[in-house]
């Protein structure tokens, strides 16, 4: 509901200067204006306070444009006050408007309603900051009529008791034209080609048409209108448009769209003088040599309110309309639009009606859009009626919506699109308003939950237009309706008479009167479903919250007896009730029975269950917070590691962490306590916490010794072997964030802890458990070197296929990629990575697809695919913005590989795009140098030593992309350097590696020999760039021209800017 608040400025001034009876006087005629004008747009004043009116537009009967009728009021209110003579300019006024959701109750004894609520008190405290004769406004009424009025910029008001400032808007007048936001036409084409078949034969054949647009509000009768129109002129050049647009309160303006017609026909100006109109009708009807013209221009001068004359019948009216549209139409060809005809009074309807009957062959098309009410109005509208084409406009199918969304976003995203398609129910408004209000409140498309939470709030004028039709049903239908929406979209009769008994013989009768006002349609039986999706939700809305939570209560119950045997079934939809039935008690003042709260957790636990067998992660951990919200103290721990073990992230560790503290306090099992701390430790030593800032040496060990003295108490082995897995990852962990490789005794005892893991997991069939021991002991190969064998253990894994959650599967693919490129074989790499590129859909685990595509980067920058890594390393800095911007350390390298192919071809625009990320995440991480990238590129060396100085020397891939930089530039690192390399504990030798090496020294030791000891790996390797500098290189020292220009033409197909500068001069 929209709340208008009026007062008078200055009141205490004005009554000490004038008389009691002459400020009586002035208030007397300021209430009468007030209640005048706030009747004429359908409302009436709540109240008198002092001053002050207070008016509610909404309430006890809705309109679809309420927040509209109360800018409209306001306006009006204003500037009669300003002009009243009677009034002589002393008392001045300012007004606040707010819209939002109250409370309105009958009065018993007077049957007045009484209307209270948040939204109240903000229309006056709006009021209080506007200025004399300024009207404030909320921002929810601004969105809810921007595109019909003008608002200043938005601002903040303090207002008392509310934790937040109310943000505002300075009402500056109406709009000059509807905001309209142009798409292209999408699912419309047959009702596009039917508008265009008629027209043909109006102004092409000149037989007159009559083509009406009937279609709820949203689904694009305007839209279609526009594409028509725009299409017009090739069909008829000389065609002229006139436009009548219907005002919601048509009934209080008669004719006032006629204006629009009669204007746009005689090319009137709107700010014309009311002898100038009647000039101005007088002299285009005599150009069309009308008969009886000055009779015909008095009457339509009269009915837009500027005539001399009255006009005793409407007939009279009548007749000159048709005879001044058919003068006009055998001028040029006329197409005339009413639109929104549903809101036009009685009287502009008869004649419309009228007036669409023209007579004789004339080129005239008349188009009516209407919602439809106007068939609730009018039964018989357009029936018997020759020439004449009813169109009502479908819902579009899901794909026309996705295609829709794309236009919008101008970018593909299909599980967004489905999301707004399965929310828009086929209207195209609607979902233009779903895809604007995420894309406004929402960071990335690729947060689902951000986007549920979003979708879940409807834009103000969906909601007031379906308000309006269910506050004019019966009583019991109205009733029935609201019960049904606590049963959900599709309900059955039998459901509404189990949670409301006494409706239990008179329902289905009911139900019949709803679906035939089109608000319900019968789907089998007795099963029926909400015409659409936005009925279900206002009507919902119209109950308070303990009444909601009764019904909740009682549907759950319902449902529950139901699930009998069909638990997987239902379990989502009787936790939903159980959830909301006590959540809803919760904020009244009555208790909440016990008994309520603990079936609640038990059912969103069973429900999280059932979404996490579908790979439902994010629904999972939404059903299991909902049970944290709810549950006793001693359910919390078991909660939080379901949550952990849900989660794939950060948010995992802090689950586990929880869980664990919890447990502690309740006095939880070794079991349960050893599992929380296994979670932690996958977390942290797998999985680097998927971008968190890690925990230290310290506190990995203190967590490892506690585990290993929970497992002396624990009695499943389940648990004890996630904590084995866990730790097998530590010699791993340590390597890649301390730079400690560790003995081989450490090695062994690791492998032996992964192998006992897999022993229990191949034996109790945990496939889950069965892929991270097979990942331990692939690191534990890696680190000593036999990446082939640890490059088996993930095809292993691979093979298990769908049997392993999404994650599970793309790390499998990642390391297996990751091994690959240690291995020399990039083409491999590639491959590998295409295939599990394959397996996950746009939107699904950011973050883990992120670290697949970032070894895809590197390995299509060493074989030489430069446009194909550039994309790949766009992909990168997507998926990284969809994961939240995460400290994604385990992502360097690809935006590194990227950023070594913007460098190398000058692109200065792509490299500032990837050293976003660089900067970001090396910032974010912080730690033992691993900010290098940036630090590396952003400005050239004094010192050889300064690239390895700033490279983290323990992963492969970061000591080849290092040399080979050093290189490129003719300043290889020195020799001891190298040496020294090859002899630390932490190096891993790979044939890339070991080819830069050579190069190097090739380089530093003038050695074409040793170069050619490069040039071979590279190229058994694939890696095109890198051979090609080496063969230039060596081409330098022996003066062999002939491969100089070979080296060069291989640069100049890549791009290599900066190469081909250093080695041009040579080959010249």
Same mark, same amino acid.
């Given at each position: 509901?929209?709340?208008?608040?009026?007062?008078?400025?200055?009141?205490?001034?004005?009554?000490?200067?004038?008389?009691?009876?002459?400020?009586?006087?002035?208030?007397?005629?300021?209430?009468?204006?007030?209640?005048?004008?706030?009747?004429?747009?359908?409302?009436?004043?709540?109240?008198?306070?002092?001053?002050?009116?207070?008016?509610?537009?909404?309430?006890?009967?809705?309109?679809?444009?309420?927040?509209?009728?109360?800018?409209?009021?306001?306006?009006?209110?204003?500037?009669?006050?300003?002009?009243?003579?009677?009034?002589?300019?002393?008392?001045?006024?300012?007004?606040?408007? !707010?819209?939002?959701?109250?409370?309105?109750?009958?009065?018993?004894?007077?049957?007045?309603?009484?209307?209270?609520?948040?939204?109240?008190?903000?229309?006056?405290?709006?009021?209080?900051?506007?200025?004399?004769?300024?009207?404030?406004?909320?921002?929810?009424?601004?969105?809810? +009529?921007?595109?019909?009025?003008?608002?200043?910029?938005?601002?903040?008001?303090?207002?008392?008791?509310?934790?937040?400032?109310?943000?505002?808007?300075?009402?500056?007048?109406?709009?000059?034209?509807?905001?309209?936001?142009?798409?292209?036409?999408?699912?419309?084409?047959?009702?596009?080609?039917?508008?265009?078949?008629?027209?043909?034969?109006?102004?092409?054949?000149?037989?007159?048409?009559?083509?009406?647009?009937?279609?709820?509000?949203?689904?694009?009768?305007?839209?279609?209108?526009?594409?028509?129109?725009?299409?017009?002129?090739?069909?008829?050049?000389?065609?002229?448009?006139?436009?009548?647009?219907?005002?919601?309160?048509?009934?209080?303006?008669?004719?006032?769209?006629?204006?629009?017609?009669?204007?746009?026909?005689?090319?009137?100006?709107?700010?014309?003088?009311?002898?100038?109109?009647?000039?101005?009708?007088?002299?285009?009807?005599?150009?069309?040599?009308?008969?009886?013209?000055?009779?015909?221009?008095?009457?339509?001068?009269?009915?837009?309110?500027?005539?001399?004359?009255?006009?005793?019948?409407?007939?009279?009216?009548?007749?000159?309309?048709?005879?001044?549209?058919?003068?006009?139409?055998?001028?040029?060809?006329?197409?005339?639009?009413?639109?929104?005809?549903?809101?036009?009074?009685?009287?502009?309807?008869?004649?419309?009606?009228?007036?669409?009957?023209?007579?004789?062959?004339?080129?005239?098309?008349?188009?009516?859009? =209407?919602?439809?009410?106007?068939?609730?109005?009018?039964?018989?509208?357009?029936?018997?009626?020759?020439?004449?084409?009813?169109?009502?406009?479908?819902?579009?199918?899901?794909?026309?919506?996705?295609?829709?969304?794309?236009?919008?976003?101008?970018?593909?995203?299909?599980?967004?699109?489905?999301?707004?398609?399965?929310?828009?129910?086929?209207?195209?408004?609607?979902?233009?308003?779903?895809?604007?209000?995420?894309?406004?409140?929402?960071?990335?498309?690729?947060?689902? +939950? +951000?986007?549920?939470?979003?979708?879940?709030?409807?834009?103000?004028?969906?909601?007031?237009?379906?308000?309006?039709?269910?506050?004019?049903?019966?009583?019991?239908?109205?009733?029935?309706?609201?019960?049904?929406?606590?049963?959900?979209?599709?309900?059955?009769?039998?459901?509404?008479?189990?949670?409301?008994?006494?409706?239990?013989?008179?329902?289905?009768?009911?139900?019949?009167?709803?679906?035939?006002?089109?608000?319900?349609?019968? =789907?089998?039986?007795?099963?029926?479903?909400?015409?659409?999706?936005?009925?279900?939700?206002?009507?919902?809305?119209?109950?308070?919250?303990?009444?909601?939570?009764?019904?909740?209560?009682?549907?759950?119950?319902?449902?529950?007896?139901?699930?009998?045997?069909?638990?997987?079934?239902?379990?989502?939809?009787?936790?939903?009730?159980?959830?909301?039935?006590?959540?809803?008690?919760?904020?009244?003042?009555?208790?909440?029975?016990?008994?309520?709260?603990?079936?609640?957790?038990?059912?969103?636990?069973?429900?999280?269950?059932?979404?996490?067998?579908?790979?439902? !992660?994010?629904?999972?951990?939404?059903?299991?917070?909902?049970?944290?919200?709810?549950?006793?103290?001693?359910?919390?721990?078991?909660?939080?590691?379901?949550?952990?073990?849900?989660?794939?992230?950060?948010?995992?560790?802090?689950?586990?962490?929880?869980?664990?503290?919890?447990?502690?306090?309740?006095?939880?099992?070794?079991?349960?306590?050893?599992?929380?701390?296994?979670?932690?430790?996958?977390?942290?030593?797998?999985?680097?916490?998927?971008?968190?800032?890690?925990?230290?040496?310290?506190?990995?060990?203190?967590?490892?010794?506690?585990?290993?003295?929970?497992?002396?108490?624990?009695?499943?082995?389940?648990?004890?072997?996630?904590?084995?897995?866990?730790?097998?990852?530590?010699?791993?962990?340590?390597?890649?964030?301390?730079?400690?490789?560790?003995?081989?005794?450490?090695?062994?005892?690791?492998?032996?802890?992964?192998?006992?893991?897999?022993?229990?997991?191949?034996?109790?069939?945990?496939?889950?458990?069965?892929?991270?021991?097979?990942?331990?002991?692939?690191?534990?190969?890696?680190?000593?070197?036999?990446?082939?064998?640890?490059?088996?253990?993930?095809?292993?894994?691979?093979?298990?296929?769908?049997?392993?959650?999404?994650?599970?599967?793309?790390?499998?693919?990642?390391?297996?990629?990751?091994?690959?490129?240690?291995?020399?074989?990039?083409?491999?790499?590639?491959?590998?990575?295409?295939?599990?590129?394959?397996?996950?859909?746009?939107?699904?685990?950011?973050?883990?697809?992120?670290?697949?595509?970032?070894?895809?980067?590197?390995?299509?920058?060493?074989?030489?695919?430069?446009?194909?890594?550039?994309?790949?390393?766009?992909?990168?800095?997507?998926?990284?913005?969809?994961?939240?911007?995460?400290?994604?350390?385990?992502?360097?390298?690809?935006?590194?590989?990227?950023?070594?192919?913007?460098?190398?071809?000058?692109?200065?625009?792509?490299?500032?795009?990837?050293?976003?990320?660089?900067?970001?995440?090396?910032?974010?991480?912080?730690?033992?140098?691993?900010?290098?990238?940036?630090?590396?590129?952003?400005?050239?060396?004094?010192?050889?030593?300064?690239?390895?100085?700033?490279?983290?020397?323990?992963?492969?891939?970061?000591?080849?992309?290092?040399?080979?930089?050093?290189?490129?530039?003719?300043?290889?690192?020195?020799?001891?350097?190298?040496?020294?390399?090859?002899?630390?504990?932490?190096?891993?030798?790979?044939?890339?590696?070991?080819?830069?090496?050579?190069?190097?020294?090739?380089?530093?030791?003038?050695?074409?020999?040793?170069?050619?000891?490069?040039?071979?790996?590279?190229?058994?390797?694939?890696?095109?760039?890198?051979?090609?500098?080496?063969?230039?290189?060596?081409?330098?020292?022996?003066?062999?021209?002939?491969?100089?220009?070979?080296?060069?033409?291989?640069?100049?197909?890549?791009?290599?800017?900066?190469?081909?500068?250093?080695?041009?001069?040579?080959?010249?």
């Amino acid at each position: 509901m929209t709340v208008l608040f009026a007062d008078v400025t200055e009141s205490t001034e004005l009554g000490e200067s004038i008389d009691v009876e002459d400020l009586r006087a002035l208030l007397a005629t300021y209430y009468d204006l007030a209640k005048r004008v706030i009747a004429a747009h359908g409302a009436s004043v709540e109240k008198f306070i002092g001053d002050a009116v207070m008016a509610v537009f909404g309430t006890p009967v809705a309109h679809g444009d309420d927040p509209d009728r109360a800018l409209s009021a306001a306006l009006e209110l204003r500037d009669l006050v300003r002009r009243e003579p009677s009034l002589s300019g002393r008392l001045r006024i300012r007004i606040g408007v !707010n819209t939002g959701v109250v409370v309105a109750s009958r009065e018993p004894s007077a049957g007045d309603f009484l209307v209270t609520g948040d939204p109240v008190t903000v229309a006056a405290r709006l009021q209080q900051t506007a200025r004399p004769w300024g009207i404030a406004c909320g921002v929810r009424t601004l969105r809810a +009529a921007g595109a019909t009025f003008k608002f200043g910029p938005i601002y903040s008001v303090e207002v008392k008791g509310k934790q937040t400032p109310v943000r505002a808007a300075q009402l500056l007048g109406r709009q000059a034209a509807p905001l309209r936001s142009r798409t292209r036409l999408i699912g419309r084409d047959s009702d596009l080609a039917q508008l265009e078949i008629v027209a043909k034969r109006a102004l092409v054949e000149r037989r007159p048409m009559v083509a009406s647009v009937v279609a709820p509000a949203g689904t694009g009768k305007t839209r279609l209108l526009e594409e028509f129109l725009s299409r017009l002129p090739a069909m008829a050049p000389d065609a002229v448009v006139a436009t009548a647009q219907c005002l919601p309160y048509g009934q209080r303006l008669t004719y006032w769209p006629l204006r629009a017609i009669l204007f746009r026909l005689a090319r009137i100006s709107e700010d014309a003088s009311p002898q100038q109109i009647r000039d101005g009708i007088r002299t285009w009807l005599s150009s069309l040599d009308l008969a009886e013209t000055p009779r015909v221009a008095e009457v339509l001068a009269t009915t837009i309110g500027v005539g001399e004359a009255e006009v005793a019948d409407g007939t009279t009216i009548h007749t000159a309309w048709r005879s001044a549209l058919e003068a006009a139409a055998r001028g040029a060809p006329l197409v005339i639009v009413f639109e929104d005809l549903h809101w036009s009074s009685d009287s502009l309807l008869d004649l419309v009606e009228y007036v669409m009957q023209p007579r004789g062959d004339l080129p005239l098309m008349f188009v009516a859009l =209407a919602r439809p009410e106007l068939l609730d109005r009018r039964p018989g509208w357009g029936g018997g009626r020759r020439n004449y084409l009813a169109l009502s406009l479908e819902p579009l199918s899901n794909a026309a919506v996705g295609e829709l969304v794309r236009e919008l976003i101008e970018a593909d995203a299909p599980q967004f699109a489905e999301r707004v398609a399965s929310r828009a129910d086929g209207n195209p408004f609607f979902a233009g308003e779903l895809v604007r209000s995420v894309v406004e409140q929402v960071p990335s498309l690729a947060d689902v +939950a +951000a986007v549920d939470r979003t979708l879940a709030t409807l834009p103000d004028t969906v909601q007031a237009t379906l308000l309006a039709r269910i506050d004019l049903l019966e009583p019991d239908e109205r009733r029935v309706l609201q019960l049904a929406a606590i049963l959900g979209r599709s309900f059955r009769a039998s459901g509404i008479a189990a949670i409301e008994p006494v409706l239990a013989h008179d329902s289905e009768p009911i139900i019949e009167q709803l679906a035939a006002k089109d608000l319900v349609r019968p =789907a089998g039986d007795d099963r029926y479903t909400f015409r659409h999706i936005l009925i279900r939700e206002v009507a919902y809305q119209t109950m308070p919250r303990a009444e909601r939570a009764r019904l909740h209560a009682a549907a759950a119950r319902w449902y529950e007896t139901r699930a009998a045997g069909r638990e997987v079934e239902l379990a989502e939809i009787v936790a939903y009730h159980f959830r909301e039935a006590v959540s809803l008690a919760r904020s009244g003042t009555a208790p909440v029975p016990a008994d309520l709260t603990v079936d609640a957790v038990r059912w969103l636990m069973r429900a999280a269950e059932v979404a996490l067998a579908s790979a439902a !992660n994010v629904e999972a951990v939404r059903h299991l917070r909902g049970a944290v919200e709810l549950a006793a103290p001693a359910q919390l721990p078991e909660l939080y590691e379901r949550i952990g073990d849900a989660f794939a992230s950060v948010e995992a560790a802090d689950a586990y962490q929880r869980a664990l503290e919890l447990s502690r306090d309740v006095g939880g099992s070794a079991d349960q306590q050893l599992r929380a701390i296994a979670g932690m430790l996958h977390v942290h030593l797998r999985t680097g916490g998927m971008g968190g800032q890690p925990p230290t040496d310290a506190e990995i060990t203190r967590l490892m010794t506690e585990g290993t003295e929970l497992v002396q108490r624990a009695t499943d082995e389940v648990a004890t072997a996630r904590f084995l897995v866990a730790q097998s990852f530590y010699p791993f962990w340590l390597l890649r964030n301390s730079g400690h490789l560790p003995g081989p005794a450490d090695l062994a005892s690791a492998e032996d802890r992964a192998h006992r893991a897999l022993e229990v997991a191949t034996r109790t069939k945990d496939v889950r458990l069965q892929s991270a021991a097979l990942d331990a002991s692939g690191s534990i190969l890696s680190l000593r070197g036999d990446h082939r064998g640890a490059r088996e253990l993930a095809r292993q894994r691979i093979a298990m296929g769908e049997a392993l959650e999404l994650r599970e599967r793309l790390d499998a693919y990642t390391v297996a990629t990751w091994y690959s490129i240690y291995l020399g074989d990039l083409d491999e790499a590639i491959r590998t990575s295409a295939a599990g590129l394959a397996v996950v859909q746009p939107g699904q685990a950011p973050g883990w697809t992120l670290h697949l595509v970032s070894w895809r980067t590197l390995a299509l920058t060493l074989v030489g695919r430069w446009d194909e890594a550039v994309e790949a390393a766009e992909r990168a800095r997507t998926l990284w913005i969809e994961s939240g911007r995460t400290a994604a350390g385990y992502a360097l390298h690809g935006f590194f590989a990227g950023l070594v192919v913007a460098h190398a071809r000058r692109n200065d625009t792509q490299r500032e795009r990837f050293r976003e990320p660089l900067e970001e995440i090396g910032t974010a991480i912080g730690h033992q140098g691993r900010k290098h990238p940036l630090e590396f590129l952003s400005h050239d060396p004094q010192e050889p030593d300064h690239y390895l100085r700033y490279f983290d020397q323990r992963q492969p891939e970061t000591i080849e992309l290092a040399i080979a930089f050093a290189s490129d530039r003719d300043k290889p690192p020195p020799e001891r350097l190298l040496e020294r390399l090859r002899a630390g504990e932490r190096y891993v030798s790979t044939p890339l590696v070991e080819a830069e090496i050579a190069r190097a020294l090739g380089l530093l030791r003038r050695d074409p020999a040793k170069l050619a000891e490069a040039i071979a790996v590279f190229e058994r390797c694939g890696a095109a760039p890198s051979a090609a500098r080496a063969r230039c290189e060596r081409a330098v020292l022996t003066g062999d021209q002939d491969e100089l220009r070979a080296g060069v033409a291989i640069l100049d197909r890549l791009g290599d800017a900066r190469q081909l500068a250093r080695f041009r001069v040579s080959a010249v």
